[in-house]
Nanobody
């Protein structure tokens, strides 16, 4: 069992930066791949980024590649999402999730544990 709590969201101007954190409870955190998803009003929840259990590999949605960076600190049971050069279209609730099925990492159903989300609003 893993419990996830996101933090770091807020209001930021376009072109600015924000760092989201996701703190996990449970000794098994370091065994999971971790992902970030986001959901804008009226839209489906979509994949943003993913990092494997030891941080050795990362994947990104095309829309954030080159601007966002996912990282993790297993000693602190925390995964991060550094968001740079943010755009108004990045406005959404951001969720972290633990990957429990190792098939397609962009698919929501392959993540068995979710946080409650943190709001990110980018003003133009």
């Amino acid at each position: 069992q893993v419990q996830l709590v996101e933090s770091g969201g807020g209001l930021v101007q376009a072109g600015g930066s924000l760092r989201l954190s996701c703190a996990a409870s449970g000794r098994t955190f370091r065994t999971y791949g971790m992902g970030w998803f986001r959901q804008a009003p009226g839209k489906e929840r979509e994949f943003v980024a993913r990092i494997v259990w030891n941080g050795g590999s990362t994947n990104y949605a095309d829309s954030v590649k080159g601007r966002f960076t996912i990282s993790r600190d297993n000693a602190k049971n925390t995964v991060y999402l550094q968001m740079n050069s943010v755009k108004p279209e990045d406005t959404a609730v951001y969720y972290c999730a633990a990957q429990t099925s190792y098939s397609e990492y962009t698919t929501r159903s392959n993540y068995g544990y979710w946080g409650q989300g943190t709001q990110v609003t980018v003003s133009s």
